[in-house]
């Protein structure tokens, strides 16, 4: 079972552009979490949100949650063609904080 | 730090064999997760330890798949006999603790013909 949906399911986008992934879940959250998978390869940990923050910055990435709408976002700044790769959004249920639950994940493609 | 080792990167196997998936995690990590990815879909758990103890295996298919994680550091994942429908990637993670961020392995492709 998946908890998260991914908005846009796919984008493409020119380098140096913004790239804005959005992730809905369904139960309440301990903390949501953002990976980075490029292709074949295994998942890249990238930012963990918890559910007291509203905004975290790492570098290009800015990662917003809304608990009262269930809703996450993820801002890619100035974005390059190596940040092509699919980006899934995962969260640990407050009720069974042993789950890491992930979305269908966002595939992102940057053009040089 | 080395990071999650999994072996084999590759299997192609034909259909009611049987297949196991090894999984070496990093250092110190008490949390092993076994996730399955379908192509273009999101991994999907299906068991989790602590340490040597299967915490969560409800999503594990238990008629074909089975787990161990002896001394809780390496695990094993198998399956006995495959079906076609178990063609996809097999990713292990470790985390510190339960709840904190993940650490994945390369993952094992499997091809069931």
């Known amino acids: 079972s998946q908890q998260g949906e991914e908005d846009p399911q796919a984008l493409s986008i020119q380098e140096g552009e913004n790239a804005t992934m959005n992730c809905s879940y369904k139960t309440s959250i301990n903390n949501l979490q953002w990976y980075r998978q490029n292709s074949g390869r295994g998942l890249v940990h990238l930012i963990l949100?918890?559910?007291?923050?509203r905004e975290k910055h790492s570098g290009r990435l800015r990662v917003t949650l809304d608990t009262s709408k269930k809703s996450s976002s993820l801002l890619i700044t100035a974005s390059r063609a190596a940040d092509t790769a699919s980006y899934f959004c995962a969260t640990v249920p407050i009720d069974n904080t042993d789950k890491l639950i992930f979305g269908t994940g966002t595939r992102l493609q940057v053009f040089p | 730090e080395a990071g999650v080792v999994q072996s084999p990167r590759y299997k192609i196997i034909e259909k009611k064999q049987p297949v196991a998936f090894w999984c070496n995690p990093i250092?110190?990590?008490?949390?092993l997760y076994w996730y399955r990815q379908n192509l273009g879909q999101g991994p999907e758990l299906l068991i989790r330890?602590?340490?040597?103890?299967?915490?969560?295996d409800s999503q594990l298919p238990k008629d074909r798949f089975s787990a161990e994680r002896l001394k809780g550091v390496d695990s094993t994942l198998k399956i006995q006999p495959a079906e076609l429908g178990d063609s996809a990637v097999y990713l292990c993670?470790?985390?510190?603790?339960?709840?904190?961020?993940?650490?994945f392995g390369q993952g094992t492709r499997l091809t069931v013909v």
């Open positions: 330890y602590e340490n040597e103890e299967a915490v969560d």
């Open positions: 949100i918890r559910s007291n923050e």
């Open positions: 993670a470790s985390s510190f603790q339960a709840a904190s961020r993940a650490f």
């Open positions: 250092s110190g990590h008490n949390t």
